[in-house]
Structure formats: structure tokens, C-alpha cells
């Protein structure tokens, strides 16, 4: 069960990170994930094509980059209002040291959420019974605000699903 856990933390770290490529889609398109994937709610296109990739990216894009009002998927921007708050002095002097093996992929922030999911799943995988506990407590619970307007302005249904199901597994993991 732990280990089933930590992998759907890596996997979301993995939607939250960057778009969809080929090879990731590809990887969700077969089973048992796409069984599971589909159980969850999460709508995967039925095929991998180029023009579902680029409708992918597009989406990606427009949800988190730009060029208009992007939703920056950051923690200090949800709870602070600003880049590089407490919660990014927080994940890189508190909770990231206890991971001195975790790469942290170039161009994120410290407190974005694929960060923080991936470090969750690397807790969860420890030895250290509440250090999950308190990492969620800390970096995990605001993340309801940002979920909830990335959703509505979801373009395509595998990131409005994929999103709804962050959502719902991150408020289960609250309880």
C-alpha cells in the first residue's frame, strides 16, 4: 500500500512538472496504469497522436506558462502572494537537506508542487514515521485554491481529470 502511494505522488510530480510527452503518455495508455488511471476518473486519449500531444502542450502551456495569466503552480504564490516565501526558505532549509540524494530538476522552485510531491513520495518511502505527516502538513494542504481554478480552466479532459484527481487524492491524504 505504501509503495502504491508514493508511486501515484511520483506520478502526479510528474504531471505537475512539465507536459506530456510521447513516452509519458505512452506509459499511461497501457496496464495496468491506464486501468487504474481509468478507475480514477482521469479521461486518457484513446490514442497517443501527434495532434493529441500538441493539444496536450497547448493546454500545458496555457494553464502554467503563459502567455496570459498563468497559474503558477508554487506554494509562496498561493499562500504569500509572492515568489520565494516562507514555504520556498522552508522546503529548501527544513525539508529538502533530509533528502541529500533528491535532484531537484532545473527550473522549478523549491516550493512547486511537483517538487513537493515528489519529496512526499520520497518521505512516505522513508524510514521516518512522521516526517510524511508533518512535510504534508507544511507543503501540502493549500494546494486546494490552485487545483480548483486549474481545473476550470482546463482545455482538455485529461488535465482537467488529472487535476481533479490531485485534488481529491491530496484532500484523502489531508484526512
Request: charged residues 25%.
Amino acid at each position: 500500500m505504501v509503495e502504491s502511494v508514493s508511486q501515484l505522488y511520483r506520478l502526479l510530480a510528474r504531471v505537475w512538472h512539465a507536459e506530456v510527452d510521447a513516452d509519458f503518455l505512452n506509459t499511461l495508455s497501457n496496464d495496468p496504469l491506464r486501468a487504474a488511471l481509468d478507475g480514477a476518473g482521469v479521461d486518457l486519449p484513446a490514442e497517443p497522436a501527434s495532434v493529441t500531444l500538441d493539444e496536450l502542450a497547448t493546454d500545458f502551456c496555457q494553464l502554467f506558462i503563459g502567455p496570459s495569466e498563468p497559474l503558477r503552480p508554487i506554494q509562496s504564490v498561493w499562500t504569500e502572494g509572492q515568489l520565494e516565501g516562507q514555504a520556498a526558505t522552508s522546503m529548501r532549509e527544513t525539508f529538502l537537506p533530509l533528502l541529500p540524494d533528491f535532484e531537484m530538476p532545473a527550473g522549478l522552485m523549491a516550493d512547486h508542487l511537483a517538487i513537493q510531491l515528489a519529496v512526499m513520495a520520497e518521505f512516505i518511502d522513508s524510514d521516518v514515521d512522521d516526517l510524511p505527516r508533518r512535510f504534508f502538513d507544511h507543503h501540502l494542504r493549500w494546494t486546494e485554491p490552485l487545483t480548483t481554478v486549474t481545473a476550470s480552466r482546463a482545455k482538455t479532459d485529461f488535465y482537467r481529470t488529472i487535476i481533479n484527481l490531485t485534488a481529491e487524492f491530496l484532500r484523502g491524504e489531508g484526512e
